[in-house]
């Protein structure tokens, strides 16, 4: 069964470095989405990509975070730098019928 | 835009017993309705959804929801639960694939 990948499962960092994850989604599927949930709340879109354009970025904090998805298939989301507030699960996925299918997570330990 | 609430925030049941994870939404036009669950650091999985058609929606794992329209709700079921349920539940909602908002969870905990 074709699973969303995401890598490194977990990562801490220290304050005001730079951290960097990574995305494949399933095979075929154009749309691509980064979550962030912080513990004990639910998912909030980050940024949407349709094909290798951004459909929506409206909530990514920009003036720290960076999304690429230059080919249209893998992606990768970038923290410079990252703060204490940053430490959550950043969750990828991708999506086709309407179906979101959600990669392992990456949690993020910022300290 | 749309909305999500879930009006638990924890629920305890013992194994075995029926329970039910509420959840109401907020939208000015039709919606798509989901629920998902998430065991401890992993990500999340689709247990049913509703796009149209009948109302009564069968899942996995025995999960069932009720979209009612009138009552904006979509409730999620299970009539004897198991303690391999015990798990974080979200429900969402989407107007289109562009965006899908999310419930803020129902902690299901299931006692032996």
């Known amino acids: 069964e074709a699973e969303v990948a995401q890598s490194p499962r977990y990562k801490i960092t220290e304050k005001s470095q730079a951290v960097a994850f990574w995305c494949d989604p399933i095979?075929?599927?154009?749309?691509l989405y980064w979550y962030r949930q912080i513990l004990g709340q639910g998912p909030e879109l980050l940024v949407q990509?349709?094909?290798?354009?951004?459909?929506?970025d409206s909530q990514l904090p920009k003036d720290r975070f960076s999304a690429e998805r230059l080919k249209g298939v893998d992606s990768t989301l970038k923290i410079q730098p990252a703060e204490l507030g940053d430490s959550a699960m950043y969750l990828c996925a991708s999506s086709q019928s309407h179906e979101q299918y959600f990669g392992p997570g990456t949690r993020l330990t910022v300290t | 835009a749309q909305s999500v609430t879930q009006l638990d925030s924890q629920v305890p049941v013992f194994e075995e017993a029926p329970v039910e994870l509420r959840c109401n939404y907020s939208s000015s036009v039709s919606v798509y309705l989901f629920w998902y669950v998430q065991y401890p650091n992993q990500g999340l999985q689709l247990l049913l959804k509703y796009l149209s058609g009948s109302t009564l929606v069968k899942g996995i794992n025995g999960f069932e929801a009720e979209f009612n329209k009138s009552q904006t709700s979509f409730h999620l079921r299970k009539p004897s639960v198991h303690i391999s349920d015990t798990a974080e539940y979200f429900c969402a909602v989407s107007v289109d694939d562009n965006d899908m908002r999310f419930g803020a969870g129902t902690r299901l905990t299931v006692k032996p």
């Open positions: 990509f349709q094909d290798e354009s951004v459909v929506d």
């Open positions: 095979s075929g599927h154009a749309t």
